[in-house]
Every structure is written in C-alpha cells, then in structure tokens.
C-alpha cells in the first residue's frame, strides 16, 4: 500500500472517533498562520482563527483576537490556511484505482451504497469538504448524505442531484433502458430526486465521452423537456445542471432556463456570452479530457475506445476552458474524477485547479473557483468558502502559498471541516 493512502487510512479512523464525540463547546485556535486573502491583497499573517463547536467565531491578527485559555491551540505558525475545497462534479460511486476487476453492472444498491461511504471519506482526507454530486446510478448517495449529517460516518458536505434524467438512448443509460421520454416523464422523474433529496436536478442534454455511440454535438432533449425539469427544480428553489458538449444543445438549454452546465467540450465563444449574460455556470471538468488523465484512467480500467474518445476532445475542450475565462462566465471548479488519488499523492480537484491556471485563471481566481465561487452557486455562500467568522470551520493548512504558486495545494497536511481535525499529518 502507497504510503499516501496508509496515512488516509489512518487519519480517517481519527476522524471517525472526532466525528462520534459531542462537538458542541469545543473550542479550537488556529494560531500563527497566514490567512490566504481571496478578494485581494496581502494575506492575513500571524492569525489567529478561532473555532467554536462547528464554526469560526474570529478571525483577525494575533494582537486583535484573545485566545481563550480552554482552546486546543493548534500551531500554525508558518503554515497557510485556505477554505475546504469544494468540488462540484464528482461521482463517489467511481471505483478505486486497482479496483477494475469490480463488475459494476451487477453490483447491488447496497454494495454501492458503501463504496460511496468509503470514497466519501476519502474526499474528505484529501481535502475536499464539500461535494457537489451530479448524477449517480442509484439513490444510495442521499444515505451516504444522511449519514455524514448525523455524524455517523465521515465525508464532506453533500449536494446531490440523485439519479440523472437522461432521455432513452442518452448518455449515461445503458443498452435496452428506458429513459425518460416528455415532459411528462422529465416532472415524474424529477420530483422522485427531489422526494429523495436531491437539491440538483441533472439533464443528460447531449452525449460524452463515455457513451460508446452518438455524436456529442447533438441535442438529446427537446425544449419543452429541458422547460418541465427547470419548472420542478426552480418551484423547489433549487438549480437544474446539464450534461453538456454541444453549442446546440447548451443554446435551447439556456432558452429553457438550465443554470449549469457541465464538461462543454465544444461550446463556443458565441455559446458561453450567452451563458454569461443568463448568469449560467460552466464547471469545466478539464482534467477528464487532457494527457495526465489517460493514465488514470487505464489504471481504473477503462475500456480503449474510452481512452481514444477523451483524448480526441482534449484540445477542443481545453480551447473552451480558456474561452470561458476570456469571457468571464462564473466558473465553478468540478473534477469528474476522484477529488482523491491515493496512488499518486496528488488530488484531482488540485489537478483541476491547477490546469484552471495553466488556462489563464490566476492562482487566486482559481482557488475562488474552488471555494467563493462554488459556494455562490450553490447558494451557500453564508456557510462556507470563505475563512470568516460565523461561518463553519472548514478549512486546510498548507506548506506555502497558494496566491504565489497554485501547486502549493499538494501541500495539504491539515483538514478540519466543521471544527473537526479530520487529518493532521504533521501532529500539530
Ligand atoms: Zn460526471
């Protein structure tokens, strides 16, 4: 076992003790690091941030804040504290690396149910402390959902589309399934993800990488089914997401009012001022489609025409990144990987974050992407993304700084989420 994933496995029984005891009062100081400034300007040195049960309570210099003397002090002195990451595209029902010879089709709710709750706390050791998932074969996740809310098992914060609506013959459903066909359907189906949870409704409104037939270019759905799915989820207060390659079919999406769209190998400039004035998301999912992946994925054993079919959009897709931050649509950061790799010592939402960079974002507007920004979209900007007072407390300490150099998110040896040390490889 690579020595990564033995320290994972580790702290993760730690958290899971942290998680069972009452966290209520418990009074933690972070104190001597510097508190990375997202907005702009210098970062906040020598802090000190103060944690009460859940949340952060101060946040100000060393000078300005009392540290109460029954806080645990962790010393943070040279270390640079940045939010949770947050990742908006991850599927935690994915298998591990190594893992290939798992026959998924045949696998049953409740097998899966515990890979996610497995992968879960993974995400949450490396870093990851929220999670958007959009799309999954089964309910299971809403379990694994509940289950970290009561504390039973560890993970991040969930928000969970529940199972996609795909149509019959779209991407994501397999030979001889029906999918859901008229807007009839589309509101059935939409309000059974809502009756179990779901606060994301997901459209599947043209094909990807991983359908084996089909062109990505075309529009699977029609308006009025696209118009029933975003009718269900706005009357709810919640946002529908669409599966997305095509021009044509991100154009009559947003004509049907659909507020995020995924993956956009093939959309354009024309495609993205659209969405910009519609104040549409983009969560680009880059890394699925570019050279460090390919490995990846023939670790985890996906098929040849899978490789081949990633590799052929690389270029498009990464030509629609750098379009869409030309042209300042709201950007949240979304993997469509494992936000963990055990085997390699990285994170692929720190792999996403850094080829936002390579594209053109700068290293603060990349780590916004990854925290202000995703937090904005999902409409919990009050709760987290940010390192502020009232806020809950989930945060990372690093080696160095991520506003200087991005890759200073490989340097991640300290998680709290929710006021609780979930990792701490440096014993602080
Ligand atoms: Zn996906």
Same mark, same amino acid.
């Given at each position: 076992m690579q020595r990564k994933l033995k320290q994972l496995l580790i702290a993760s029984s730690l958290a899971l003790s942290g998680l069972s005891s009452p966290a209520s009062a418990q009074l933690t100081a972070l104190v001597g690091g510097s508190v990375v400034n997202l907005e702009s300007g210098a970062p906040l040195e020598n802090a000190v941030v103060l944690v009460e049960g859940d949340r952060i309570t101060a946040v100000g210099s060393r000078d300005d804040v009392s540290i109460p003397a029954d806080a645990t002090i962790i010393d943070a002195s040279g270390k640079w504290i940045v939010p949770g990451l947050m990742n908006m595209h991850v599927h935690l029902g994915l298998k591990l690396p190594g893992a290939a010879s798992v026959a998924l089709q045949n696998e049953s709710e409740a097998e899966l149910a515990l890979r996610m709750a497995e992968n879960a706390k993974?995400?949450?050791?490396?870093?990851?402390?929220?999670?958007?998932?959009?799309?999954?074969?089964?309910?299971?996740?809403?379990?694994?959902?509940?289950?970290?809310?009561?504390?039973?098992?560890?993970?991040?914060?969930?928000?969970?589309?529940?199972?996609?609506?795909?149509?019959?013959?779209?991407? &994501?459903?397999?030979?001889? #399934?029906? =999918?859901?066909?008229?807007?009839?359907? +589309?509101? $059935? *189906?939409?309000?059974?993800?809502?009756?179990?949870?779901?606060?994301?409704?997901?459209?599947?409104?043209?094909?990807?990488?991983?359908?084996?037939?089909?062109?990505?270019?075309?529009?699977?759905?029609?308006?009025?089914?696209?118009?029933?799915?975003?009718?269900?989820?706005?009357?709810?207060?919640?946002?529908?997401?669409?599966?997305?390659?095509?021009?044509?079919?991100?154009?009559?999406?947003?004509?049907? &009012?659909?507020?995020?769209? #995924?993956? =956009?190998?093939?959309?354009?400039?024309? +495609?993205? $001022? *659209?969405?910009?004035?519609?104040?549409?998301?983009?969560?680009?999912?880059?890394?699925?489609?570019?050279?460090?992946?390919?490995?990846?994925?023939?670790k985890i054993g996906s098929p040849q025409w899978y490789l081949d079919r990633a590799a052929s959009v690389g270029k498009v897709h990464w030509t629609a990144l750098q379009t869409a931050i030309d042209e300042g649509v709201n950007i949240a950061m979304g993997s469509d990987q494992f936000p963990f790799e055990p085997n390699e010592g990285t994170v692929a939402s720190v792999r996403e974050i850094e080829l936002y960079v390579d594209a053109g974002m700068t290293p603060r507007q990349a780590l916004r992407s990854a925290t202000v920004e995703t937090a904005r979209m999902l409409g919990v900007a009050e709760e987290v993304g940010t390192i502020s007072e009232g806020k809950y407390a989930d945060l990372l300490l690093l080696d160095s700084d991520p506003v200087a150099d991005i890759s200073a998110l490989r340097t991640i040896g300290l998680v709290m989420k929710g006021g609780t040390v979930v990792r701490n490889d440096w014993n602080l």
């Open positions: 993974l995400s949450l050791l490396s870093g990851t402390t929220t999670i958007r998932a959009p799309g999954d074969r089964s309910l299971g996740i809403f379990a694994v959902d509940k289950a970290i809310r009561r504390g039973e098992i560890p993970g991040p914060r969930i928000h969970a589309a529940g199972v996609p609506l795909a149509p019959t013959g779209g991407h &994501g459903t397999s030979h001889g #399934e029906v =999918g859901v066909d008229g807007p009839d359907d +589309v509101t $059935r *189906k939409a309000r059974e993800q809502l009756r179990a949870g779901a606060t994301w409704l997901k459209l599947m409104i043209s094909k990807g990488i991983a359908s084996p037939a089909g062109s990505i270019a075309a529009s699977d759905m029609t308006l009025e089914e696209m118009r029933a799915a975003v009718d269900i989820a706005h009357r709810a207060g919640f946002k529908v997401t669409a599966h997305s390659g095509s021009p044509e079919a991100t154009l009559e999406a947003l004509e049907a &009012g659909v507020d995020c769209f #995924e993956h =956009g190998y093939y959309l354009n400039q024309e +495609v993205f $001022r *659209k969405m910009k004035r519609a104040g549409a998301w983009y969560v680009p999912t880059i890394v699925v489609s570019q050279a460090g992946a390919m490995e990846f994925f023939r």
